[in-house]
């Protein structure tokens, strides 16, 4: 019979002779790995930050027309070229004034040119932009400022003067038979013509989408829409007054106004029409029986 | 396994710290193709104020509001109102709030406020 083989014991250094980390290195890695990514994740996709400070660079495209847009219309107000090329800087383009000459060719190809201001937008864009040794296709698209209209050869004002006395030089006889040049009289309007409206149409309806609310629509007579016609709604302690047209998809003749419970309004175009019947906003049921505030629809038309 | 267990545990909370200050503080999140509504309240009142420099130009009080309008503000007037009193009250350039004053009046909104920034006339 013979003994078994005796093993040699492992020497101090093994790490058998070691206590044993209460960590594994390798798995706490790949924890650390993993976590790193959930937390990216995290912060990036399932909880970004809110957007709360957006600077001009960060605009859209759209967005960052209209903040320029706002640049150039100050810019012809106060000609100060340092304030408006510090305002461009803030959209991070490299050359801000070439970008104002793209964004005015972007801005003339499309119907912006026919909104309301749009052409003077682009006018003082290409002015600023010209003024600086740029050009842009804005300069073909726009067409040149009209040339203003020939002076006229003889203006009757409105108001009725004394005819001029006669002339004490004498005349030559022959001027008298000779014939005489008719010059142009064209009359001088002192007055703008101004348009008289009235209210042809006010009703009350009770629509829990549109619920109190007083809609304004303001039309020629034929019923074509006159968009930047100034409305104003006034109560017992104040007034409000907006323009139609502002809300393109409600139509351009339309304007809106928010009516409070219980308060009386009336309506009218300053200087332009009397005051409305009196509103008031009071509760009622819609065509679905659902329970709100009654909504007013007043339309203007020219009273002649 | 209760080791390896605490290891990840370990290693993925503080990855995930690690992960979390990343994303949310070195490398937010930075939103371009952003509408002008989402402005700083800081850009929305320069915006504003070069509106109201547009409309003393050119008296166009459509195409200001229409201006103004992107900011997604309801009541246009009371806003160009507002901002007009808070540059009063914050002594703001004067030019900035007769140019905001401007604006107002042009929309219907007056102020007691304003008359010492209306331009005195010529004698």
């Known amino acids: 019979?013979?003994?078994?083989?005796?093993?040699?014991?492992?020497?101090?250094?093994?790490?058998?002779?070691?206590?044993?980390?209460?960590?594994?290195?390798?798995?706490?890695?790949?924890?650390?790995?993993?976590?790193?990514?959930?937390?990216?994740?995290t912060a990036w996709e399932l909880a970004p930050v809110e957007e709360v400070d957006t600077a001009p660079w960060q605009l859209s495209r759209q967005g960052q027309a209209e903040y320029i847009v706002a640049v150039m219309l100050a810019y012809s107000q106060d000609s100060d070229l340092s304030r408006a090329v510090t305002r461009l800087l803030e959209l991070r383009v490299p050359d801000p004034i070439?970008?104002?000459?793209?964004?005015?060719?972007?801005?003339?190809?499309?119907?912006?040119?026919?909104e309301p201001g749009g052409d003077r937008a682009i006018?003082?864009?290409?002015?600023?932009?010209?003024?600086?040794?740029?050009?842009?296709?804005?300069?073909?698209?726009?067409?040149?400022?009209?040339?203003?209209?020939?002076?006229?050869?003889?203006?009757?004002?409105?108001?009725?003067?004394?005819?001029?006395?006669?002339?004490k030089t004498n005349t030559p006889e022959g001027f008298i038979d000779g014939p005489t040049a008719t010059p142009t009289v064209r009359v001088a309007p002192t007055v703008a013509p101004q348009q008289r409206f009235t209210v042809v149409r006010l009703e009350r309806f009770c629509d829990a989408d549109f619920a109190a609310t007083m809609e304004v629509y303001v039309q020629e007579t034929g019923g074509t829409p006159l968009p930047g016609q100034r409305v104003r709604v006034?109560?017992?302690?104040?007034?409000?007054?907006?323009?139609?047209?502002?809300k393109?998809?409600?139509?351009?003749?339309?304007?809106?106004?928010?009516?409070?419970?219980?308060?009386?309004?009336?309506?009218?175009?300053?200087?332009?029409?009397?005051?409305?019947?009196?509103?008031?906003?009071?509760?009622?049921?819609?065509?679905?029986?659902?329970?709100?505030?009654?909504?007013?629809?007043?339309?203007?038309?020219?009273s002649f | 396994m209760l080791r390896f267990l605490l290891s990840l545990v370990l290693g993925g909370v503080l990855g995930l710290g690690v992960g979390l200050y990343l994303g949310w503080v070195q490398f937010p999140v930075e939103f371009v193709n952003s509408p002008i509504s989402a402005?700083?309240?800081?850009?929305?009142?320069?915006?504003?104020?070069?509106?109201?420099?547009?409309?003393?130009?050119?008296?166009?009080?459509?195409?200001?509001?229409?201006?103004?309008?992107?900011?997604?503000?309801?009541?246009?007037p009371e806003y160009v109102f507002q901002q007009a009193e808070r540059y009063i009250?914050?002594?703001?350039?004067p030019q900035e709030i007769q140019a905001l004053i401007a604006l107002s009046e042009g929309l219907g909104r007056t102020s007691p406020l304003f008359d010492p920034y209306r331009p005195v006339g010529a004698p």
Do not use: K
């Open chain 1, 1 to 41: 019979m013979t003994a078994a083989p005796e093993r040699s014991a492992p020497p101090r250094s093994s790490r058998y002779y070691r206590p044993r980390r209460p960590i594994s290195l390798a798995v706490l890695l790949v924890g650390f790995v993993l976590g790193v990514a959930g937390g990216l994740y």
């Open chain 1, 98 to 114: 070439q970008h104002v000459a793209e964004v005015a060719c972007d801005l003339a190809r499309t119907g912006y040119v026919a």
């Open chain 1, 123 to 167: 006018r003082a864009m290409m002015n600023f932009y010209q003024l600086q040794g740029r050009t842009g296709c804005a300069d073909q698209l726009m067409p040149g400022v009209p040339e203003p209209s020939p002076t006229f050869d003889l203006v009757i004002a409105a108001t009725p003067t004394l005819p001029p006395p006669p002339t």
């Open chain 1, 234 to 246: 006034r109560w017992n302690d104040g007034e409000s007054i907006f323009i139609t047209g502002v």
């Open chain 1, 248 to 302: 393109p998809g409600r139509g351009r003749d339309y304007a809106d106004f928010t009516m409070e419970p219980d308060i009386s309004y009336t309506v009218d175009m300053p200087g332009l029409s009397d005051p409305s019947d009196v509103m008031i906003s009071s509760g009622c049921f819609d065509a679905t029986g659902e329970q709100t505030r009654a909504s007013y629809r007043v339309v203007f038309r020219p």
């Open chain 2, 39 to 76: 402005l700083d309240p800081r850009y929305r009142d320069d915006y504003t104020v070069m509106v109201a420099q547009g409309f003393q130009a050119d008296a166009d009080g459509v195409g200001a509001v229409q201006r103004l309008r992107v900011l997604g503000v309801e009541n246009v």
């Open chain 2, 89 to 93: 009250t914050n002594s703001r350039s």
